[in-house]
């Protein structure tokens, strides 16, 4: 048991956690919290991936054996990793359960790919997408038809045309695809250009989508203010009931 009697001065107790509805209240209200959320968007989320390790670490960016398809691909799962996270945006319309896709699934991805590409000259795309769709990611999703359209957007992302196409295109619009310029910096570069808001037509969806997506928000926003005007309406009624009992 920590007591101050028997405690170093110096002594700190990190706790990590998800989101939880019991989480003791004396821990959250005795400590400090620090909160970590994904990047918003999908310039954000490929924006975190790239200045983040391991990509942005050049002993791992540029060590494969293939560079060239190496480069396409990676950026190719990378944006297929902020599509799968900013497609929760959506409700329903996104996934049937909403799943917490994390940097684990993305990290375990790319190793995967590094490795497939020095081991083999032809690119083994049914092994990927095995185990990035149906092991790594899938391995999240509980639902079947949830887990067949994981699959299926990762086929956009994991296929021939990504690698020979220079310009491959992920969007009908064009404004998502293969930079000619795959170095580190080249990459970063295209980042910073994108547009901050989504069109829904990088996912898949119907620009109605969008209807859903700001209508979903706005609820929870609202939920959210009158959550935090009752709970502040609590406390100051129970301050005036101590002053009363004193």
Known sequence: VIVPGNTHPSFRLWLTSY?????PVAVLENGIKMIIEPPKGIKNNLFRSYTNDPINDPSFYDNCKQPGPWRKLLFSLCLFHAIVQERKQYGPLGWNI???FNLSDLNISMKQLQMFLNDYSEIPFNALIYLTGECNYGGRVTDDKDRRLMVSLLKNYYNSKVVLDDKYSFSPSKIYHITENTSLQGIQAYIQSLPLNNTPEIFGLHDNADLAKNVNETRRVLGNILLTAA????????????????
């Open 19 to 23: 989101p939880s509805d019991t989480f």
């Open 98 to 100: 909403p799943y917490e």
């Open 231 to 246: 709970m502040s309406s609590e406390s100051k009624g129970g301050d005036v009931e101590a002053k009363n009992i004193q």
